[in-house]
């Protein structure tokens, strides 16, 4: 079947049932992910135009490859999976677009090339793959993941295995996926001196995806290090409180409700996930002629509000655990504000807010306008 994105047209084996395209090499619901993949390639070369080759690690149809060679990237896609080579030398020359094409283990080509851009897109955790990425990509890592139940804790086993942290499941899940991921990470990285700055993530349907500006510098892996540390959550009451630094120091009771039944998780990454500047780049670079526009923008301006802090609420869940009817988010996150909290949106979902201020706080801030 024929697909178009992003101003290229490909071919993929596979049929379009009720609209939308099935194929093993191309997956239309990941096309946010690839047009802010290209949007970030694009603000990512004004901040550093030294920025030329990148790599497609794992290229399947070529869509990144082809659409990164369009933009003038000097492209090398990879895939271990014969047909997928085959098809992304397909679409690379359907589109007239020059690539270097490997078909072989990514793991042993970014062992013996470096490349100023490398973005890990596999099927489930990256992991695998993150100790020749950091250590063979120059300036900017770009990874997906797509496991998000081991990410929050929901198989928790799994998640141990792949990450070297513990996550916890907790009303916040796919932020304890975006930290445990950045955690991995950043250790991973820190193994070969080498300091990650996130400058752009989110967690977006079933996947996170973050973009790392790396700098090698023993001083930088440090300072990545010093961003991680522990989360303690009750269950009963869903305080919760961040502990930096490596060692924990597990909250026994609960401050606000008295209760013994507190998650701990980490190492997780505590530091921000995005630079607000890169990402209002970002935002500003994803033309309209892009099929997901508008949701990539929206997606941008909620993260550039979006408070450090490194958990978030969801609104619902507190006001159901408080016996309360939820009332309008502005109207809620208004009450915060008023009260003196700093209060934002986060990018979870709809009903999901930051705010500095504590369960106990939001409950008192808000309390006239639930009752
Ligand atoms: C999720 S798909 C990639 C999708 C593609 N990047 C996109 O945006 O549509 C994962 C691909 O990774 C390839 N792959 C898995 N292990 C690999 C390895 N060790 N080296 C290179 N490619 C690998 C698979 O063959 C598959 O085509
Ligand atoms: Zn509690």
């Known amino acids: 079947m024929r697909v178009t994105e992003g101003g290229i047209e490909l071919e993929v084996p596979g049929e379009q049932t009720e609209g ?16 802010l993949t290209i949007a970030t390639l694009r603000a990512f070369r004004e901040r550093e135009p030294r920025a030329e080759s990148y790599l497609d690690a794992m290229a399947a149809s070529g869509v990144r490859g082809v659409r990164a060679a369009a933009d003038d990237w000097d492209v090398t896609c990879c895939d271990v999976d014969e047909e997928a080579v085959a098809l992304a030398e397909e ?5 007239d677009c020059e690539a270097t094409v490997e078909h072989r283990d990514v793991n042993a080509l970014m062992h013996e090339e470096v ?24 300036d900017l890592l770009c990874v997906t993941a797509t496991d998000t139940a081991p990410l929050c804790g929901a198989h ?26 950045l955690s991995a990470l950043a250790r991973s990285a820190a193994r070969f001196d080498v300091g990650v700055e996130p400058i752009l993530t989110h967690a977006t349907s079933h996947y996170v995806r973050t973009y790392l500006e790396l ?16 989360l303690y959550h009750c269950e009963d009451c869903l305080h919760r409180e961040a502990d930096p630094g490596l060692i924990a120091d597990p909250l026994e009771t609960c401050p606000n409700c008295g209760g013994t039944r507190i998650l701990a998780a980490g190492p997780v990454w505590l530091g921000s996930i995005r630079d607000r500047e890169f990402v209002a780049d970002v935002r500003e670079t ?28 969801d609104q619902h869940k507190l006001c159901r655990n408080w016996g309360l009817p939820a009332n309008a988010m ?22 999901t807010f930051k705010t500095d201020a504590s369960v106990a706080e939001i409950r008192e801030a808000t309390a006239d306008s639930l009752d």
């Open 20 to 35: 939308v395209e099935e194929s093993v090499f191309y997956n239309p619901r990941q096309e946010l992910n690839r047009d």
């Open 156 to 181: 928790f086993n799994s998640g141990v295995r792949s990450y070297s942290a513990v996550p916890q499941n907790t009303d916040y899940h796919a932020e304890m996926g975006v930290r445990i991921l």
């Open 215 to 230: 700098e090698h510098k023993p001083t930088a892996a440090d300072a990545a290090i010093d961003e991680l540390g522990h």
């Open 286 to 313: 994803v033309p309209d002629s892009f099929g997901t526009a508008e949701k990539a923008r929206e997606l941008c301006e909620v993260l550039e509000a979006e408070l450090d802090q490194p958990t978030h609420y």
């Open 91 to 95: 679409n690379l020359e359907r589109n």
């Open 330 to 351: 502005d109207d809620f996150l208004a009450d915060l504000r008023e009260a003196g909290y700093e209060g934002s949106r986060a990018h979870y979902g709809g009903t």
């Open 115 to 138: 490349f100023d851009v490398i973005d890990l897109d596999p099927y489930g955790t990256p992991m695998p793959f993150a100790d020749a990425a950091v250590s063979n990509c120059r």
